[in-house]
C-alpha cells in the first residue's frame, strides 16, 4: 500500500496542433457542398457547372478550415471561392463589369488578413494586397477610363507612405 496519497500523472504533448484537431475528411465536405450547390444547377436559367465545383471545393476548405485552422486551408478555401465567384454570378445571367474578379480576390486577401489579425498573427502583407486588389477592381468597375492610373498612384502612395514611416 502506497501511504502518500492518490497517484497523480502529468505529461506534455509535443507535436503539432494539427495533430490534435478533430481529422475532418474534406472530401466529405467537398461532396456535401457539391451536392448542394448542384441543386442550384436545376434552376433552369443556370448554366455553368464548373464554376459550381470550384466554389464548392473552396467552401469545403473553408469548411476544413474552421475545424482544423489549417493555414493552406483558409488559403485555398478563400482563393477558390474568390476565384468562382465571378463565374457563379454569371452562370446566373447576371452582367458582371472589368474588375469585378480583383474585388473578390481582394475581398478573399482582406479575410484572411482579418483571420491573421484575429488569430495574434498581425495583418501581414495580405492586407496591403487585399486593398489594393480592392481599389484597383473597384476603381475599374467603378471609372473604366481611371483604371489605367489607378495602379501607378497606388503605387506612388504605397512608396511615400514606406519612405516616411518611422522605422
Given amino acids: 500500500?502506497?501511504?502518500?496519497?492518490?497517484?497523480?500523472?502529468?505529461?506534455?504533448?509535443?507535436?503539432?496542433?494539427?495533430?490534435?484537431?478533430?481529422?475532418?475528411p474534406w472530401i466529405g465536405v467537398f461532396?456535401?457542398?457539391?451536392?448542394?450547390?448542384?441543386?442550384?444547377?436545376?434552376?433552369?436559367?443556370?448554366?455553368?457547372?464548373?464554376?459550381v465545383v470550384v466554389l464548392a471545393a473552396g467552401l469545403a476548405f473553408l469548411v476544413v478550415w474552421l475545424f482544423r485552422r489549417s493555414?493552406?486551408?483558409l488559403y485555398a478555401g478563400a482563393l477558390l471561392?474568390?476565384?468562382?465567384?465571378?463565374?457563379?454570378?454569371?452562370?446566373?445571367?447576371?452582367?458582371?463589369?472589368a474588375g469585378f474578379g480583383s474585388v473578390c480576390y481582394g475581398v478573399?486577401?482582406?479575410?484572411?488578413?482579418?483571420?491573421?489579425a484575429a488569430s495574434r498573427g498581425g495583418w501581414g502583407w495580405q492586407l496591403v494586397l487585399g486593398i489594393v486588389l480592392v481599389a484597383l477592381g473597384s476603381s475599374e468597375m467603378?471609372?473604366?477610363?481611371?483604371?489605367?492610373?489607378?495602379?501607378?498612384?497606388l503605387?506612388?502612395?504605397?512608396?511615400?507612405?514606406?519612405l516616411t514611416r518611422r522605422r
Fill in 31 to 51: 461532396l456535401v457542398i457539391l451536392g448542394g450547390l448542384l441543386v442550384l444547377k436545376q434552376i433552369p436559367q443556370y448554366n455553368n457547372v464548373g464554376d
Fill in 81 to 97: 471561392t474568390a476565384a468562382s465567384v465571378p463565374g457563379v454570378v454569371e452562370g446566373l445571367n447576371y452582367t458582371t463589369v
Fill in 108 to 116: 478573399a486577401f482582406l479575410f484572411i488578413a482579418a483571420v491573421r
Fill in 142 to 153: 467603378a471609372l473604366p477610363d481611371l483604371a489605367d492610373v489607378t495602379l501607378p498612384l
Fill in 1 to 24: 500500500m502506497n501511504d502518500q496519497g492518490p497517484i497523480r500523472v502529468y505529461g506534455w504533448n509535443w507535436g503539432r496542433d494539427e495533430d490534435r484537431r478533430p481529422q475532418v
Fill in 71 to 73: 493555414t493552406f486551408s
Fill in 155 to 162: 503605387l506612388i502612395v504605397l512608396g511615400v507612405v514606406l
